[in-house]
């Protein structure tokens, strides 16, 4: 990964995640002239292909944070079940973070699961959000917003 500082013109090397394909990036929205976290959601490994030139994202995810600052250590904070495809992630207020996935390990059609942390992704719980429609969150206020079936659903982290 490589950052840009605001007073250079060329990109300088920031943290290394080796053997990871990047699903989504994130940070945490801290008042100015505080350390800010930074929050990769990957797959471990590298790409792997079905005969194509696609990704088939068949494999374990991981969640890792570094510090904002020059030459952070970067911490792994949590490895997903293999059985769950990692799509999106959202980073909140006060250590709220969430993970969406794919769950294909039931019977039928695959069901939408959300993994969150309350505490800056020390332990983490899921949701089965069965078949959503579509979503937002709302950082600021900690808040996802869903569609099921027509119905929009509020959910408050």
């Given amino acids: 990964m490589y950052r840009l500082p605001w007073d250079k013109a060329q990109f300088e090397p920031d943290v290394v995640l080796p053997d990871q394909v990047v699903v989504r990036l994130g940070s945490t929205e801290e008042p100015p002239g505080h350390t800010y976290s930074i ?3 990957s797959r471990l490994g590298p ?9 088939n994202g068949k494999r ?7 510090p904002g600052h020059r030459n952070p250590a970067v ?11 990692l ?10 973070l969430l993970v969406y996935a794919g769950d294909s390990s039931r019977r039928g ?6 993994l969150y942390s309350q505490d800056y992704g020390k332990s983490w719980k899921d949701i089965d959000d069965g078949m959503t429609q579509g979503g937002w969150f709302d950082s600021l206020t900690n808040t996802q917003y869903a ?3 027509y119905t929009l659903r509020k959910r408050q982290f």
Avoid: C
């Fill in 75 to 85: 911490r792994q904070l949590q490895t997903f079940d293999e059985r769950y495809s």
């Fill in 60 to 66: 374990t995810g991981a969640i890792s944070m570094w």
């Fill in 47 to 55: 790409q792997q292909t079905d005969g194509d030139q696609n990704d």
């Fill in 87 to 96: 799509t999106d992630m959202d980073v909140g207020k006060r250590g709220v």
């Fill in 39 to 41: 929050y990769a959601l």
């Fill in 109 to 114: 059609a695959p069901h939408q699961i959300t």
């Fill in 147 to 149: 569609l099921y079936a």
